[in-house]
């Protein structure tokens, strides 16, 4: 027993070593600037390649659960580590858009996605009975990959140049990620039924035949939606709106990076003593309210960062307690490829806040459609149950029914 536990909670640390790695794909935003500098490109149109990459992430999610059965996931994770790096190392040799999007989106996007979503649920798996304190740690890891390279990142933009450092950032990344893999080992499929029986694990296609497999998609759409928004444009909303100097609203990226990560460790643990859902409801409320605030108040530069915290701490949550949830809802055996579902609204979200930016033509009308999807979301999340799978007694079949009372308010 002992030897079971200290080989899971090393491979928790192999987990942590790729997410860190995988995390650095969201410095993206110091490249926007410098890029548009080098090659005479428009701010927008550079500024789309983060969008790609994250719809490519989400993308290839989808057959992340295929590629694990087929290779394991040390070797697996290590492919994708070294693609990521190639990724990034074609991404240095550039000179037009067409190529930029293909290696720092697609490339880079769907590399990152297939190793993080499998270290993620595998990790999982090897602690069923911590499923939101592992999911904490290890997006945790992935959010602070995104903090620390903030600086290793802009540090080497400053003194190498943006092509050369895409080779630098290549390099560090391929490293955590391809080393993290070596201490990775499947999770064995009976640890898969602690805290879910049997009958309570669906497959893909059971899933998709439930409704609350697209309730939780259209919450997890909004989550993604209104952190990935802010991600994306905190430097223009201080500058634009607020009237704050650019270096000053540079802090806010580094703000962000602080209080996402906060959010997934902290809301993460949380998750498990009071309920999912009771963090998904708190979270979505305090959107709400944020970007409501920024959509009608005046603001000044304490309610601006006050409101990019609280989005930014939330958005970290629900992406931490969702793999939970999804194991939660739909079971552990087949968590990977269920999760990989649901994680559509990520890629999809990431699209449509710049979408909706552009047609409705500013931040603040796009803050109000987020609000009033925050207010729908808050509604489902507040009356949505768990679905029960169970053997029809007359037949083979199975058939997925809601178990009266079965709340999915309790963890």
Not at 151 to 156: A, D, E, S
Request: proline share 1%; net charge positive.
């Amino acid at each position: 027993m002992k030897s079971t536990s200290e080989k899971r909670w090393l491979i928790a640390i192999g987990t942590v070593i790729c997410q860190l790695g995988l995390g650095t794909i969201y410095t993206w935003s110091l490249f926007n600037g410098p890029l548009v500098n080098k090659f005479g490109w428009q701010l927008n149109k550079v500024a789309l390649t983060f969008s790609i990459t994250s719809f490519a992430l989400a993308f290839a999610t989808l057959f992340a659960g295929k590629l694990q059965d087929k290779l394991g996931i040390r070797k697996l994770i290590t492919i994708t580590g070294i693609i990521l790096g190639i990724g990034l190392f074609l991404t240095s040799k550039v000179s037009s858009l067409s190529m930029l999007y293909i290696t720092a989106g697609v490339i880079v996007g769907a590399a990152d996605g297939i190793a993080y979503i499998i270290s993620l649920s595998n990790c999982i798996k090897w602690f069923p009975e911590k499923k939101g304190l592992i999911s904490g740690i290890s997006v945790g890891a992935y959010g602070t990959g995104s903090l620390v390279f903030k600086y290793i990142n802009g540090g080497l933009i400053s003194s190498k140049g943006v092509s050369e450092a895409f080779l630098y950032w290549g390099i560090i990344a391929m490293v955590l990620v391809v080393s993290g893999a070596q201490l990775l080992k499947n999770a064995p499929s009976q640890k898969v039924s602690a805290n879910n029986s049997n009958e309570n694990n669906f497959t893909v296609k059971e899933m998709l035949k439930t409704k609350e497999a697209y309730l939780l998609f259209t919450i997890f759409f909004t989550a993604c939606m209104s952190g990935l928004y802010l991600i994306g444009i905190v430097k223009d909303i201080g500058v634009q709106l607020v009237g704050i100097k650019p270096d000053m609203a540079a802090n806010a990226v580094a703000m962000v990076a602080i209080f996402n990560t906060a959010g997934r460790i902290i809301l993460g643990a949380l998750s498990d003593k009071v309920g999912r859902l009771k963090v998904v409801l708190f979270s979505l409320t305090v959107t709400a309210i944020s970007v409501f605030v920024l959509s009608f108040v005046h603001l000044d530069f304490g309610i601006f960062f006050a409101c990019v915290a609280g989005i930014a701490f939330c958005f970290g949550g629900n992406i931490t307690v969702f793999p939970a949830i999804v194991g939660d809802f739909f079971g552990l055996k087949n968590h990977n490829k269920n999760y990989g579902i649901i994680y559509q609204g990520f890629g999809l979200g990431a699209l449509s806040g710049s979408f909706i930016g552009a047609l409705l033509g500013g931040f603040k009308i796009t803050f109000v459609v987020v609000g009033v999807l925050c207010i729908i979301s808050v509604l489902i999340a507040a009356t949505i149950r768990i679905p029960k799978r169970i053997k029809d007694t007359n037949s083979n079949n199975l058939e997925v029914h809601k178990e009266a009372g079965e709340r999915v308010l309790i963890s």
